[in-house]
């Protein structure tokens, strides 16, 4: 994600940049245990090919989230909105803008497709960290079999792009080369993420390999079924208690001020701007109709 202004004097690979060496510099003042992942730490790893980051990813342990959003918000840092439907959208992260910074900073405190609990998740995934030096800090960083892992699941919830699968087959080709399928596996038992991961790594496994696949979450069969607009609150209204569809067709029909700006930060919230965003919604929702009631069906 990304804001903008046009007072701002950062560059977007500069910004991105800089914010890592911020955000990391709040954290050690906090004594809070962080580390970065995706953005350009994975491409210097040779995990993904090269290209420009808009937003800087960090992963938070998950009982001091409050405490580096306090240390950022400090700085100038605003939370965006977000949608207030948990279930439709189930919450893994809160994204700040800074209206002098062209950047987002995405704290992360879980990450989908790993289904142990958060901090357990956290546990593991700090054990399998690195010291990488970026924007003239010394930064904490995964692995690269844990790279790995966070990118590939990253990738597999939206295994239908074609970037996504750009992404899937220059892992998939690192991994084999590089020999880290095990240890990917391992931290993949250790964080619940072996149903999600399955896809990727199944075929790079040796054939006899034998693999006692759990099957996965509600929340992850949900994520990669919602490729159109609409799915995700369609699914969650068909998969609800009956006692609650309505409040949710209701949010679904008439969303909140929220919910809009979740979209875009700059939204016109005035009626008539808000008459064309609805119209706008529903413009894509209908398009997409007809795939969507094919995806539907695999669920």
Known sequence: MRGETEESLLGIPEGVLLGHALVQRVADTLGIRSFFIKGPASVVQGLRQPKTSTDVDVFVEPADLDQLLHGLRERGWLERPVDPDSRTFPKHSVTLHHPEWPCCIDVHFRFPGMEESA?????????????????????????K?????????????????????????????????????????????????LAALRPFVEPLLPVDTVVIWPEPSDEWRNRIASKEPGSARLIAILQAPWVDR??????????????????????????????????????????????????????
């Open 119 to 143: 901090a357990d998740c956290f546990d593991v995934m700090w054990e399998n960290i690195e010291i990488l030096e970026l924007a003239g800090q010394e930064l904490r960083v995964p692995s």
């Open 145 to 193: 079999p844990l790279g790995i892992l966070v990118l590939a699941l990253h990738a597999l919830r939206a295994p239908h792009l074609p970037a996504s699968g750009r992404d899937l087959d220059h892992l998939g080709h690192v991994t084999k080369e590089q020999s880290h399928v095990s240890s990917i596996m391992d931290i993949a038992a250790s964080t619940g993420s």
């Open 246 to 299: 309505p409040h949710l067709i209701l949010r679904a029909v008439f969303p909140s001020p929220e919910s809009l700006l979740s979209r875009n930060l700059y939204a016109d919230m005035a009626l008539f701007g808000r008459i064309a965003q609805h119209r706008g919604r529903w413009g894509r929702f209908l398009r997409g109709l007809p795939r969507l009631v094919r995806d539907l069906q695999r669920l």
